[in-house]
Structures are given as structure tokens and as C-alpha cells.
């Protein structure tokens, strides 16, 4: 298979414009900034992303996401309490999906894109496919994780009925969306370029 | 929505040897954004693909008056957006008291303390990107649609959008919105107000409008119009 790099060639990561050598810092067409003036950086970018995700996730599941008051009694509870706190109401279905989205999918997103750059940095090149197709589900589902971030918002706005019940967030929503945050830069710093690469096309 | 998969994918590494010299011109080539895979791409029939034949990504796929349509779906989206916005949402009752509440209530309920950031995280996530992105793609493709020339600073209103396109996460919000019901199922009673039903409407006619963008065949136009 014929690259645009193999050719002597740079294409745009945004838009497929083919430029000459020596190619402008920016792409004509569109402006994205073209690879090849600097050393290529992503992987340490990505490391960088994927740590601050992995610090700010332990608070995360350490600390409460909720505060409820029900008829003067608060109880806390932090992201597994409240999949559990659904298991016992018997929403199944809805525990499951709080579950994926807020322990499966940040867990094995960080799995996922560490496997991504160690993998790329050992020059590996066998199951490109595998790996690629990992990476384009990491990027689609990777935001799917902000789910019990906006289920706090909402609760918080709605339940406010004073003595009855009020519900709060917790300290542990902001460091949740912190870390599915920090983790969808950390993909999008990844070139997927790099998992394609091939003999010069290497990085560093 | 009918569409041929038909694959329309040439390499430049069949007819010739790929050396620099015998290249035709980088204007005729396409490089996949993905994986750096090098294309003369003949000019693809509307609405069919063309896929990249290495790693698949969907390299151009025009469709017949795709600009003016995803202009009058921007738009829609942005009325639905402001009458999602300002409407009652959720209205819920307990023990007598009954609290409605907007998307704006949403956002604010963060707005004092510590949780001010993420108040504007929220607001940011649900209401601005998305709203900034129909605004932007509406500046850019509705000269497009008439055929005039781009407006200023197209280009970079145009690589902004796209930036922002894994920001805006209104359809996340809308199973945020499921699960929080059945959360409060048992403390209170529940009924959805005409504002979100807006917004599920605003998630199904972004998925519509996502299906028409090619940034390839938009990215060409910007450029053609604008010499």
C-alpha cells in the first residue's frame, strides 16, 4: 500500500489535501497543522492525558458523586453505591448501563490506550486492523462516560424539594468529568497514523 | 436513506510505479486522513462512497443538495435548541410540591461553590458546542448552498466545528436524562415537559444531518469558491 509519506508526500490529517515536500507548517486547505516540521510529540501527549485521567479517577471512586436528604437523613454515595443503589430498586437494565458507562468503559479505556502507545512505540506491526478498529471505539465511546455526570445535574436540579428530599452532587462529579475528559484528549492526541506505520514512517 | 455502498476506491499504486516522478498531480490525490493511504480519487458518482481500501474510513461520500440540507437542519436544530432551552423539562411531584425545571436549572444547579466549573463544563457540553456548532456550520455552508462565495474565515469557522463535534454531547445527555427518571421513580413522580422532547428531536436530526457531512466534498468546495 502507497502512503502519502512513502511517496515523498504529506497528507493533511483532516482533510486528505496532498501536499508537496517541502509541505507548509499548515495544511493549504484547510489549516491543520501538518506533521513533519517538529518531532512528532503525540505519544507523549497522550501518556501525559492518560495519567491526569488515571490521577483524577481514583478521587472519582473514592469520594461521594451524590449527597440525598431524604426527611433529614443524608446518605453519600459514590459511583458503585449507586449502581448497587439501582440493583436493589431492580433496574437491571439501567444498572447496567450506569455500570458500563461510568466503570467499564473509563477502566478499559485507560487499558485500551496504553496498549494503543505501547504498542505503537514497540513498533509493532502485527494485527494493525485489531488495533485500529480498538482505537476508533475507544474515540466513539470514550464520551459515552459523561452519563452519570449529567444524571447528577439533573437530579440535583430536579430533586430540591426541600424537607421531603434534596439531592447535591458530590465532590467525586467534578474529578469523574475531569478524568472522561483528560481521557478523550489523550485519544485524540493519538495519531492514528502511527499504528499504519510502516519502515520510515516511524516516530521519533 | 437509501445509499449505494458501492466503493469507489482507485490506488495510485496499481497502474504505475509509485515513484515521486510519475505522480500525477497532488491537486488529483487524496491522502486518508486516517492511515496516510495515497488515492487518485475519480470524481465519486452522488450518492455513492468511496472507502479507503486499507483501514475503511469513509474517504468521500457526496450526496445530492447535502449543503442545503444540512443548512436547513442546522437551523431547525437551533430553534429546537432555544425552545429546549427555555421550556419546563422535567416537572416532577412529591409530598405535594411540585418543581419544574429547565436545561438552564440543569446547568445552574452546580453554579455556586465548588461546582462552578463544572457548571459551565455542563452548560458547555449540552447547550454551547452543540448550539456553536449548527451557528458555525450554517455560516459556513449556507453561501455553499447558493453557490456564492465562502464567507470570512470560513475555513477556520469550518476546522472549529469539526474540533467540537466530540464535545457536543446532547444524545449522551438525553440517556442521562432516562436514568436519572428511573432513579427518582420511587422518591417522586415524574412527567417530561415539552422541552425534552425538543431535544430528542435535536439528537435525531443532528444523527440526520451527521449522515449528509462529507467533510472531503466541503473541504473542496471551500477551496474551489475561495480562489
Same mark, same amino acid.
Given at each position: 500500500?502507497?502512503?502519502?509519506?512513502?511517496?515523498?508526500?504529506?497528507?493533511?490529517?483532516?482533510?486528505?489535501?496532498?501536499?508537496?515536500?517541502?509541505?507548509?507548517?499548515?495544511?493549504?486547505?484547510?489549516?491543520?497543522?501538518?506533521?513533519?516540521?517538529?518531532?512528532d510529540?503525540?505519544?507523549?501527549?497522550?501518556?501525559?492525558?492518560?495519567? &491526569?485521567?488515571?490521577?483524577?479517577?481514583i478521587?472519582?471512586?473514592?469520594?461521594?458523586?451524590?449527597?440525598?436528604?431524604?426527611?433529614?437523613?443524608?446518605?453519600?454515595?459514590?459511583?458503585?453505591?449507586?449502581?448497587?443503589?439501582l440493583?436493589?430498586?431492580?433496574?437491571y437494565?439501567?444498572?447496567?448501563?450506569v455500570?458500563?458507562?461510568?466503570?467499564?468503559?473509563?477502566?478499559?479505556?485507560?487499558?485500551?490506550?496504553?496498549?494503543?502507545?505501547?504498542s505503537?512505540?514497540r513498533?509493532?506491526?502485527?494485527?494493525?486492523?485489531?488495533?485500529?478498529?480498538?482505537?476508533?471505539?475507544?474515540e466513539f465511546?470514550g464520551?459515552w462516560s459523561?452519563?452519570?455526570?449529567f444524571?447528577?445535574?439533573i437530579?440535583a436540579?430536579?430533586?430540591?424539594?426541600?424537607?421531603?428530599?434534596?439531592?447535591n452532587?458530590g465532590?467525586?462529579?467534578?474529578?469523574?468529568?475531569?478524568?472522561?475528559?483528560?481521557?478523550?484528549?489523550?485519544a485524540?492526541?493519538?495519531?492514528?497514523k502511527?499504528?499504519?506505520?510502516?519502515?520510515d514512517?516511524?516516530?521519533? | 436513506?437509501s445509499?449505494?455502498?458501492?466503493?469507489?476506491?482507485?490506488?495510485?499504486?496499481?497502474?504505475?510505479?509509485?515513484?515521486?516522478?510519475?505522480?500525477?498531480?497532488?491537486?488529483?490525490?487524496?491522502?486518508?486522513p486516517t492511515?496516510?493511504?495515497?488515492?487518485?480519487?475519480?470524481?465519486?458518482?452522488?450518492?455513492?462512497?468511496?472507502?479507503?481500501?486499507?483501514?475503511?474510513?469513509?474517504?468521500?461520500a457526496?450526496r445530492?443538495?447535502?449543503?442545503?440540507?444540512?443548512?436547513?437542519?442546522?437551523g431547525t436544530?437551533?430553534i429546537?435548541?432555544? &425552545?429546549?432551552?427555555?421550556?419546563?423539562f422535567l416537572?416532577?411531584?412529591?409530598?405535594?410540591?411540585?418543581?419544574?425545571?429547565?436545561?438552564m436549572?440543569?446547568v445552574?444547579?452546580?453554579?455556586?461553590?465548588p461546582?462552578?466549573?463544572? &457548571?459551565?463544563?455542563?452548560?458547555a457540553?449540552?447547550v454551547?458546542?452543540?448550539?456553536?456548532?449548527?451557528?458555525?456550520?450554517?455560516?459556513v455552508?449556507?453561501?455553499?448552498a447558493?453557490?456564492?462565495?465562502?464567507?470570512r474565515?470560513?475555513?477556520?469557522?469550518?476546522?472549529?466545528?469539526?474540533?467540537?463535534?466530540p464535545w457536543?454531547?446532547?444524545?449522551?445527555?438525553?440517556?442521562?436524562?432516562a436514568?436519572?427518571?428511573?432513579?427518582v421513580?420511587g422518591?417522586a413522580?415524574l412527567s417530561?415537559g415539552?422541552?425534552?422532547?425538543?431535544?430528542?428531536?435535536?439528537?435525531?436530526?443532528t444523527?440526520v444531518?451527521?449522515?449528509?457531512?462529507?467533510?472531503?466534498?466541503?473541504?473542496?468546495?471551500?477551496?474551489?469558491?475561495?480562489?
Amino acid at each position: 500500500m502507497m502512503t502519502a509519506r512513502s511517496a515523498g508526500l504529506v497528507g493533511c490529517p483532516n482533510c486528505g489535501r496532498v501536499h508537496d515536500v517541502p509541505a507548509p507548517g499548515r495544511c493549504q486547505r484547510c489549516g491543520w497543522r501538518l506533521p513533519g516540521h517538529a518531532p512528532d510529540r503525540s505519544l507523549q501527549r497522550v501518556w501525559a492525558w492518560l495519567f &491526569a485521567g488515571l490521577v483524577v479517577y481514583i478521587p472519582a471512586n473514592i469520594y461521594p458523586m451524590l449527597r440525598t436528604n431524604t426527611f433529614g437523613r443524608t446518605t453519600e454515595s459514590t459511583i458503585l453505591e449507586g449502581v448497587v443503589d439501582l440493583l436493589h430498586h431492580g433496574s437491571y437494565g439501567v444498572a447496567l448501563v450506569v455500570f458500563v458507562a461510568s466503570i467499564v468503559i473509563p477502566i478499559g479505556k485507560f487499558f485500551a490506550i496504553a496498549y494503543l502507545a505501547i504498542s505503537v512505540e514497540r513498533r509493532e506491526m502485527m494485527q494493525v486492523h485489531a488495533r485500529h478498529r480498538l482505537f476508533e471505539v475507544v474515540e466513539f465511546i470514550g464520551r459515552w462516560s459523561m452519563i452519570d455526570v449529567f444524571v447528577v445535574a439533573i437530579l440535583a436540579a430536579l430533586v430540591q424539594l426541600d424537607f421531603a428530599a434534596t439531592i447535591n452532587p458530590g465532590i467525586a462529579a467534578i474529578s469523574f468529568a475531569l478524568s472522561v475528559a483528560f481521557t478523550m484528549l489523550s485519544a485524540q492526541s493519538f495519531d492514528p497514523k502511527t499504528i499504519w506505520l510502516d519502515g520510515d514512517m516511524r516516530p521519533r | 436513506m437509501s445509499q449505494s455502498d458501492q466503493v469507489h476506491t482507485s490506488e495510485t499504486s496499481r497502474s504505475a510505479a509509485p515513484r515521486p516522478g510519475h505522480l500525477p498531480p497532488v491537486e488529483d490525490l487524496v491522502a486518508c486522513p486516517t492511515c496516510d493511504a495515497l488515492y487518485q480519487l475519480p470524481d465519486v458518482p452522488k450518492g455513492s462512497r468511496a472507502r479507503c481500501l486499507r483501514c475503511h474510513t469513509v474517504l468521500t461520500a457526496p450526496r445530492d443538495g447535502a449543503m442545503t440540507r444540512i443548512v436547513m437542519l442546522a437551523g431547525t436544530s437551533v430553534i429546537l435548541m432555544l &425552545a429546549a432551552i427555555f421550556f419546563p423539562f422535567l416537572e416532577l411531584t412529591a409530598a405535594g410540591i411540585t418543581q419544574r425545571s429547565s436545561i438552564m436549572d440543569v446547568v445552574l444547579v452546580f453554579a455556586d461553590g465548588p461546582f462552578v466549573g463544572l &457548571a459551565i463544563a455542563v452548560g458547555a457540553l449540552i447547550v454551547i458546542l452543540p448550539l456553536a456548532r449548527f451557528l458555525a456550520l450554517i455560516y459556513v455552508l449556507a453561501p455553499m448552498a447558493f453557490g456564492w462565495r465562502p464567507a470570512r474565515e470560513a475555513v477556520p469557522v469550518f476546522r472549529l466545528a469539526e474540533r467540537m463535534k466530540p464535545w457536543s454531547m446532547a444524545e449522551i445527555f438525553i440517556v442521562g436524562v432516562a436514568v436519572a427518571l428511573i432513579k427518582v421513580a420511587g422518591l417522586a413522580h415524574l412527567s417530561l415537559g415539552p422541552a425534552f422532547w425538543a431535544f430528542v428531536a435535536l439528537v435525531l436530526i443532528t444523527a440526520v444531518k451527521d449522515t449528509f457531512m462529507c467533510r472531503l466534498t466541503i473541504w473542496k468546495t471551500l477551496e474551489q469558491r475561495s480562489q
